[in-house]
């Protein structure tokens, strides 16, 4: 690419959003062209607005950056794509206000996810839903449009269900082993999590039960997504794990499938997509009996590759258990987005 797209992050100084300025740090496709915040944020240089909390040094880009208010966006700035690490309170308005106005949206956020012409998107997964953007755009009369990526857990979730889908899934269920990470830096008190587990994580399982629906369903001639037909049971819960999902899933499958035939479909399954961001493998099987493990696998592919293992018959008929691990704020959230918004580029959405 002869010249790099600019880009802005929306929450610039939130957990995600600061995933998202170290992501796009030498970026190939993209530059940093501004950061947005709270108006408490607004007019500070990013080093004196965000508390930066990742184990790598802030850029040098963008420590000197002056952070702007979220409602100081005009609607002409020299800027392609909003990312967006909003909080769900703010960003419903700011997030249709940056479509409106012609950007590409490119939100982590949930607020728009399940929404009926809003493409919720993993690439090697369904990346055939960004055709709902040409209806997105239509029927809302907007310049732009909004394209989501699914919630961290739910992006583990569905890129290892993807592969076993040939088999016909009925029932899934799932229990969640997740990072403090995921909360946000204030998310969980050290008091509360060390030494501990705790079993609820607020709307966690009600965006698991739905969300993995949407993105495994089939996208009708009219560009509206048909939703898979198997149901998804899951709890959750927070551990003492800086940074890595973790699930225990069960399967239950319509006919009898095999432990070596399920390995095989995690072996074999393979993405096209050519992109920076894209892994090699988006799904990488660990044959060790103990793996695989946050410590160990979370980095996988610069972190966009999930980890499967422990593959085994159930108690249940027709029923495969394995676990699955991924990074949750890098495949599971900033890096979620910015490969979206290769795809799109690549594709001419953008």
Same mark, same amino acid.
């Given at each position: 690419?002869?010249?790099?797209?600019?880009?802005?992050?929306?929450?610039?100084?939130?957990?995600?959003?600061?995933?998202?300025?170290?992501?796009?740090?030498?970026?190939?496709?993209?530059?940093?062209?501004?950061?947005?915040?709270?108006?408490?944020?607004?007019?500070?240089?990013?080093?004196?607005?965000?508390?930066?909390?990742?184990?790598?040094?802030?850029?040098?880009?963008?420590?000197?950056?002056?952070?702007?208010?979220?409602?100081?966006?005009?609607?002409?700035?020299?800027?392609?794509?909003?990312?967006?690490?909003?909080? @769900?309170?703010?960003?419903?308005? +700011?997030?249709?206000?940056? %479509?409106?106005? !012609?950007?590409?949206? $490119?939100?982590?956020? &949930?607020?728009?996810?399940?929404?009926?012409?809003?493409?919720?998107?993993?690439?090697?997964?369904?990346?055939?839903?960004?055709?709902?953007?040409?209806?997105?755009?239509?029927?809302?009369?907007?310049?732009?449009?909004?394209?989501?990526?699914?919630?961290?857990?739910?992006?583990?979730?569905?890129?290892?269900?993807?592969?076993?889908?040939?088999? @016909?899934?009925?029932?899934?269920? +799932?229990?969640?082993?997740? %990072?403090?990470? !995921?909360?946000?830096? $204030?998310?969980?008190? &050290?008091?509360?999590?060390?030494?501990?587990?705790?079993?609820?994580?607020?709307?966690?399982?009600?965006?698991?039960?739905?969300?993995?629906?949407?993105?495994?369903?089939?996208?009708?001639?009219?560009?509206?997504?048909?939703?898979?037909?198997?149901?998804?049971?899951?709890?959750?819960?927070?551990?003492?794990?800086?940074?890595?999902?973790?699930?225990?899933?069960?399967?239950?499958?319509?006919?009898?499938?095999?432990?070596?035939?399920?390995?095989?479909?995690?072996?074999?399954?393979?993405?096209?997509?050519?992109?920076?961001?894209?892994?090699?493998?988006?799904?990488?099987?660990?044959?060790?009996?103990?793996?695989?493990?946050?410590?160990?696998?979370?980095?996988?592919?610069?972190?966009?590759?999930?980890?499967?293992?422990?593959?085994?018959?159930?108690?249940?008929?027709?029923?495969?258990?394995?676990?699955?691990?991924?990074?949750?704020?890098?495949?599971?959230?900033?890096?979620?987005?910015?490969?979206?918004?290769?795809?799109?580029?690549?594709?001419?959405?953008?």
């Amino acid at each position: 690419m002869e010249k790099k797209i600019k880009v802005g992050v929306l929450g610039a100084t939130g957990s995600v959003g600061q995933r998202f300025v170290q992501l796009l740090d030498g970026h190939p496709w993209f530059e940093l062209g501004a950061l947005f915040a709270s108006e408490r944020s607004a007019g500070k240089k990013y080093h004196e607005a965000a508390r930066w909390f990742l184990p790598y040094e802030m850029p040098e880009a963008a420590a000197d950056m002056v952070v702007r208010s979220i409602n100081d966006i005009k609607d002409d700035e020299e800027l392609a794509i909003m990312f967006s690490a909003l909080p @769900g309170s703010v960003a419903k308005d +700011v997030e249709r206000r940056c %479509a409106q106005a !012609g950007y590409c949206v $490119a939100s982590n956020v &949930s607020v728009h996810r399940m929404e009926d012409d809003v493409p919720l998107v993993i690439p090697e997964v369904n990346s055939d839903h960004l055709a709902m953007i040409k209806r997105q755009k239509s029927e809302r009369n907007w310049n732009g449009f909004i394209v989501t990526n699914p919630n961290c857990s739910t992006i583990v979730l569905a890129l290892s269900l993807k592969p076993l889908m040939q088999f @016909g899934i009925e029932e899934v269920r +799932v229990a969640t082993m997740q %990072a403090v990470s !995921g909360a946000g830096y $204030a998310g969980v008190p &050290s008091m509360a999590i060390l030494d501990n587990i705790i079993p609820f994580i607020d709307r966690e399982e009600d965006k698991m039960q739905s969300e993995p629906q949407k993105i495994l369903g089939t996208l009708d001639a009219d560009l509206r997504v048909r939703e898979a037909a198997f149901t998804v049971c899951a709890s959750c819960h927070r551990v003492p794990v800086m940074d890595g999902h973790t699930e225990a899933v069960w399967v239950k499958f319509e006919e009898n499938v095999s432990e070596s035939t399920i390995k095989e479909a995690f072996k074999s399954f393979h993405s096209d997509l050519k992109t920076p961001f894209a892994p090699e493998k988006p799904v990488i099987l660990r044959e060790e009996k103990d793996r695989p493990q946050p410590k160990l696998d979370r980095d996988a592919c610069r972190g966009m590759a999930i980890s499967v293992g422990r593959i085994r018959a159930g108690k249940m008929k027709n029923e495969i258990k394995y676990i699955a691990q991924g990074h949750n704020t890098v495949r599971g959230a900033a890096g979620a987005s910015i490969l979206n918004a290769e795809v799109m580029l690549e594709r001419g959405y953008i």
